[in-house]
């Protein structure tokens, strides 16, 4: 069986729309709020949601782009551990900081993403936006915004395609062959 | 790409992308020295050994802050501190060290090659900290960086180099990396500073420094090794510093944006004047600086990940 579509561009911009909806729901508005994009695709999707909220609250978040690489558990084991630019213009005290990735997954990541922001400062909260939570948690650590809950085995892959960086916008399921 | 050494030895042996990788690397390290709380978790649990057999300032407290800013522990030796003053060989001395289980030793040593007789000797990753009048490969990749960050591309760049090249490991890294670019090298200092296999590395030679420093985008200036006789070599320092020290009369002939470099430490009045030393042009502490965030890439390319080793 070949991979099969979870999200269209259709559904993926209603997703995106309706996390935006409960963040601000959430919070109460959009008064001290920043979005921590968390590489790769996780820039594209906190622009995504700024530019959202710009629409609905006419007020524009800033946005910073974390790499989590230097704060991963399994950096020793990675063949070739790349380090990009962190790039968060903004002082993240007292602040609720909304991390965003692409996909949920062990937890790992957003374990490595807080110790991170943590250590840029003290934000009063901070709260986990996903696409997609694909179950298999290794941590407990849950979103407070998934956009589709849709669980996958260990020996499947969801791959999030984004047109920023992959022209088109997608979800899919890739089961093994 | 991958980072394939087990070592850091030279800059001779490094290719363009593995230089282009360390200092895209030390671009996103930068960051970390400017924040309130300096310290990510990257290389907690490894530990990190510096034996200085020379003096040195700058060198020494970069790599340590670099080690300490990714969390690895580092002790520290030195020549008067050590037992190479009881009589034990540096392979010795490497041997007992590595039974101690260290995951990098940065060696400088007044030898040139200690490091490579450690680095086959020795599991544990060696970093040439400066080796005699041989390799100085951090150094070079500093002052790449520092280059970088000033001009935005390292092709197409003049860059002279004035001193003592003959004794200057500092000169050597730099030409041997500056040569993986399209960089045009000019060495300037008198005839008997100037070693004669020059030519063959692709740089060019002047003896005046007016016509040195003529239309160049970057001056590096080095002092005289006093300590590897480089006093021998010149009539007297004052008569050195009327024809090379590097005065702001040099610098209208060189480009309007020109930089200017030292590896420290500076003899003021001899090699630099003070005006040029704290003047608009000098990078010389941005040098400083950028030395944690390179050899914070270095420590990081040499642990992290399985690579190839």
């Known amino acids: ?177 | 790409m991958n980072w394939p050494h087990k070592d850091l030895l030279g800059t001779r042996e490094l290719t363009r992308e593995e230089i282009l990788l360390i200092l895209d690397t030390a671009e996103s390290f930068k960051e970390i020295s400017r924040r309130d709380i300096k310290k990510v978790p990257t290389l907690r649990g490894k530990t990190i050994i510096t034996a200085f057999y020379e003096p040195s300032t700058r060198t020494r407290v970069s790599f340590e802050l670099a080690a300490k800013r990714l969390s690895a522990d580092t002790v520290s030796i030195s020549q008067s501190t050590s037992s190479a003053t009881k009589g034990e060989t540096l392979r010795d001395t490497g041997k007992n060290l590595e039974a101690m289980q260290p995951d990098v030793v940065v060696i400088r040593h007044s030898m040139p090659g200690s490091p490579h007789i450690l680095a086959k000797a020795l599991a544990s990753c060696i970093i040439n900290g400066g080796d005699g009048a041989h390799e100085h490969p951090t150094q070079a990749l500093l002052d790449l960086f520092t280059i970088r960050q000033k001009k935005e591309a390292l092709d197409g760049l003049k860059v002279a180099i004035v001193g003592d090249i003959a004794h200057s490991r500092v000169a050597r890294s730099n030409i041997f990396a500056m040569k993986k670019f399209d960089i045009d090298v000019t060495v300037c200092g008198p005839p008997t500073m100037i070693p004669p296999y020059l030519e063959d590395l692709g740089v060019n030679v002047e003896y005046r420094l007016d016509k040195a420093v003529a239309d160049k985008d970057v001056i590096m200036l080095l002092r005289i090794q006093k300590e590897r006789g480089g006093v021998m070599y010149i009539p007297s320092t004052k008569e050195y510093a009327l024809l090379y020290s590097l005065r702001e009369e040099h610098l209208q002939k060189a480009k309007p944006d020109v930089i200017i470099m030292h590896p420290g430490p500076m003899n003021r009045g001899i090699e630099i004047s003070d005006a040029v030393a704290d003047g608009p042009y000098s990078v010389i502490l941005d040098q400083v600086e950028n030395g944690v965030a390179v050899r914070m890439a270095i420590l990081f390319l040499l642990l992290g990940g399985e690579g190839e080793k």
Do not use: C, W
């Open chain 1, 1 to 177: 069986m070949g991979p099969t579509t979870v999200l269209d561009e259709k559904a993926i911009d209603r997703t995106i729309t309706r996390i935006s909806h409960e963040i601000l729901e959430k919070n109460g508005g959009s008064k001290n709020l920043s979005l921590i994009g968390i590489r790769t695709r996780g820039i594209y999707l906190a622009k995504r949601i700024q530019e959202k909220i710009n629409t609905i609250e006419k007020r524009e978040l800033p946005v910073g782009v974390l790499d989590i690489t230097m704060y991963r558990d399994d950096i020793f084991k990675l063949k070739t551990p790349e380090i990009k630019k962190t790039e968060i213009p903004f002082d993240v005290n007292n602040i609720t900081v909304i991390l965003v990735d692409d996909v949920m997954h062990t937890g790992r990541t957003t374990r490595a993403a807080i110790d991170a922001i943590m250590d840029l400062g003290r934000p009063r909260k901070i709260q986990l936006a996903v696409l997609v939570d694909r179950g298999m948690r290794e941590l407990p650590i849950h979103p407070d915004y998934a956009g589709i809950f849709h669980p996958a085995t260990s020996d499947e892959e969801i791959f999030v395609k984004l047109r920023e960086v992959d022209g088109q916008d997608e979800v899919i399921l890739a089961k093994p062959q």
